[in-house]
């Protein structure tokens, strides 16, 4: 089981470019997440989805997109990269309900210049 | 406003003692808390959790307290070990949305 695949592992944008950062998770999980975590900080949740077709904004969503067209993928879009966005993103997935465990990939860093 | 945080930033524990970690959370409605490892250069890594009308639940060398009374909760990793040397979050989780809000972390750093 591959569980949860993020990529790129790193990237470097310059101020303004875009990209996607792509997530997919091979457990039939409902629930997916983005996180961002800053140098010796905690994770900060930016948005999560519930299931396919559904998407809710986290702690800190400026800056970000995100989409949910099947179960599997939870892609996270930058727009007009600014140096507050280099951090490690995350990605994560659950089943719900009284099952609390997430399974989080290997995470992004991304660094803008 | 909501939020989950950490007394200790970091944890200085001989190999084979006892280690304590604890946190503090100030929002009474999540129904799960729950800790997580993170080693370095991985994604965090979930041990336990400990649903919100229980006091005390234990795992392999690891047990949760929750004191709903003073709103805190610790994390006790018994006869520490190298491998136990990592950062470790708590995290609440609500059933609204399944969302999972972290706290800032701890390290622990076991000296042999």
């Known amino acids: 089981n591959a569980g949860v695949t993020q990529t790129p592992k790193f990237r470097i944008l310059k101020i303004g470019q875009s990209m996607t950062l792509q997530c997919t998770q091979d457990?039939?999980?409902?629930?997916m997440y983005w996180y961002r975590q800053d140098p010796g900080m905690g994770l900060k949740l930016i948005y999560y989805s519930v299931g396919a077709g559904i998407t809710d904004k986290g702690e800190v969503p400026n800056g970000y997109n995100v989409s949910r067209s099947t179960t599997e993928d939870f892609p996270l879009r930058l727009e007009l990269a600014a140096p507050s966005q280099t951090s490690v993103y995350f990605c994560?997935?659950?089943?719900?309900?009284?099952?609390?465990?997430?399974?989080f990939g290997q995470g992004t860093r991304l660094t803008v210049v | 406003g909501e939020s989950v945080g950490l007394h200790l930033p970091t944890l200085s524990v001989q190999e084979g003692d006892n280690s304590i970690i604890n946190c503090a959370y100030s929002n009474s409605a999540s129904d799960y808390f729950i800790w997580y490892k993170q080693e370095s250069g991985k994604g965090p890594q979930f041990i336990i959790d400990i649903r919100s009308n229980m006091d005390k639940r234990q795992g392999q060398r690891v047990t949760v307290l929750l004191n709903k009374t003073v709103k805190h909760l610790s994390l006790q990793i018994a006869a520490t070990q190298p491998g136990d040397s990592a950062v470790y979050f708590c995290?609440?989780?609500?059933?609204?949305?399944?969302?999972?809000?972290f706290g800032g972390g701890t390290r622990v750093l076991v000296k042999p």
């Open positions: 457990m039939n999980h409902n629930y």
């Open positions: 994560a997935s659950s089943y719900g309900g009284k099952n609390t465990e997430a399974f």
């Open positions: 995290a609440e989780n609500r059933a609204a949305g399944n969302k999972l809000t």
